[in-house]
Protein backbone atom coordinates (compact mmCIF):
# COMPACT_ATOMS: atom_id res chain seq x y z
CA UNK A 1 0.00 0.00 0.00
CA UNK A 2 2.84 2.53 0.83
CA UNK A 3 5.00 1.84 -2.20
CA UNK A 4 1.00 2.62 -4.23
CA UNK A 5 0.44 5.27 -2.22
CA UNK A 6 4.14 7.01 -3.06
CA UNK A 7 2.99 5.55 -6.96
CA UNK A 8 0.20 7.83 -6.78
CA UNK A 9 2.21 11.07 -5.58
CA UNK A 10 4.73 10.22 -7.76
CA UNK A 11 2.52 10.39 -10.63
CA UNK A 12 0.43 13.17 -9.43
CA UNK A 13 4.13 14.96 -9.29
CA UNK A 14 4.51 14.61 -12.41
CA UNK A 15 1.17 15.48 -13.37
CA UNK A 16 1.55 18.57 -11.72
CA UNK A 17 5.17 19.17 -13.11
CA UNK A 18 3.71 18.47 -16.86
CA UNK A 19 0.71 20.92 -16.05
CA UNK A 20 2.79 23.29 -15.00
CA UNK A 21 5.72 23.27 -17.85
CA UNK A 22 2.47 23.62 -20.12
CA UNK A 23 1.30 26.05 -18.47
CA UNK A 24 4.46 28.42 -18.84
CA UNK A 25 5.44 27.28 -22.06
CA UNK A 26 1.39 28.87 -22.96
CA UNK A 27 2.66 31.94 -21.11
CA UNK A 28 5.22 32.35 -22.90
CA UNK A 29 4.24 31.94 -26.28
CA UNK A 30 1.20 34.54 -25.20
CA UNK A 31 3.86 37.05 -24.28
CA UNK A 32 6.09 36.92 -27.56
CA UNK A 33 2.20 36.75 -29.55
CA UNK A 34 2.11 40.11 -27.16
CA UNK A 35 5.52 41.19 -28.03
CA UNK A 36 4.59 41.02 -31.75
CA UNK A 37 1.26 42.99 -31.47
CA UNK A 38 3.10 45.60 -29.48
CA UNK A 39 5.64 45.92 -32.81
CA UNK A 40 2.81 45.97 -35.16
CA UNK A 41 0.95 48.79 -33.22
CA UNK A 42 4.13 50.42 -32.98
CA UNK A 43 4.93 50.48 -36.46
CA UNK A 44 1.30 51.00 -37.02
CA UNK A 45 1.60 54.38 -35.26
CA UNK A 46 5.07 55.29 -36.92
CA UNK A 47 2.94 55.01 -40.16
CA UNK A 48 -0.05 56.88 -39.16
CA UNK A 49 2.10 59.75 -37.74
CA UNK A 50 4.23 59.74 -41.16
CA UNK A 51 0.97 59.86 -43.19
CA UNK A 52 -0.30 62.88 -40.64
CA UNK A 53 2.80 64.86 -41.51
CA UNK A 54 2.08 64.38 -45.37
CA UNK A 55 -1.60 64.73 -44.77
CA UNK A 56 -0.67 68.60 -42.95
CA UNK A 57 2.01 69.33 -45.63
CA UNK A 58 0.15 68.66 -48.14
CA UNK A 59 -2.51 70.71 -47.39
CA UNK A 60 0.24 73.69 -46.47
CA UNK A 61 1.04 73.31 -49.94
CA UNK A 62 -2.19 73.06 -51.14
CA UNK A 63 -3.48 76.72 -48.57
CA UNK A 64 -0.50 78.50 -50.33
CA UNK A 65 -1.36 77.02 -53.75
CA UNK A 66 -4.98 78.86 -53.25
CA UNK A 67 -3.68 82.00 -51.48
CA UNK A 68 -1.56 82.67 -54.51
CA UNK A 69 -4.66 82.02 -56.92
CA UNK A 70 -6.54 84.18 -55.08
CA UNK A 71 -3.85 86.93 -55.26
CA UNK A 72 -3.59 85.99 -59.05
CA UNK A 73 -7.25 86.72 -58.98
CA UNK A 74 -7.42 89.90 -57.19
CA UNK A 75 -4.77 91.77 -59.33
CA UNK A 76 -6.40 90.49 -62.27
CA UNK A 77 -9.37 91.98 -61.42
CA UNK A 78 -7.87 94.98 -59.88
CA UNK A 79 -6.05 95.32 -63.49
CA UNK A 80 -9.60 94.79 -65.16
CA UNK A 81 -11.11 97.71 -63.13
CA UNK A 82 -8.47 99.90 -63.75
CA UNK A 83 -8.73 99.07 -68.02
CA UNK A 84 -12.62 99.36 -67.54
CA UNK A 85 -12.18 102.98 -65.76
CA UNK A 86 -9.29 104.31 -68.24
CA UNK A 87 -11.80 103.08 -71.00
CA UNK A 88 -15.07 104.85 -69.66
CA UNK A 89 -13.07 108.02 -69.25
CA UNK A 90 -11.71 107.99 -72.13
CA UNK A 91 -15.19 107.40 -73.25
CA UNK A 92 -16.47 110.15 -71.08
CA UNK A 93 -13.61 112.69 -72.79
CA UNK A 94 -14.42 112.06 -75.93
CA UNK A 95 -18.28 112.09 -75.44
CA UNK A 96 -17.63 115.74 -74.02
CA UNK A 97 -15.49 117.04 -76.48
CA UNK A 98 -17.67 116.05 -79.31
CA UNK A 99 -20.56 118.13 -77.12
CA UNK A 100 -17.97 120.84 -76.91
CA UNK A 101 -17.49 120.62 -80.86
CA UNK A 102 -21.37 120.83 -80.98
CA UNK A 103 -21.44 123.77 -79.26
Known amino acids: RAAEAGA?????????????????????????ALDGVRAQLAGAIVDVAKQRQQAQATASAHEEEVRALEMAL??????????????????????????????
Do not use: C, K, M, P
Open 8 to 32: HAEQARAQQAAHDADRTALAEAHAL
Open 74 to 103: ENTADAETAHLSRERDEATAGAEAAGHARA
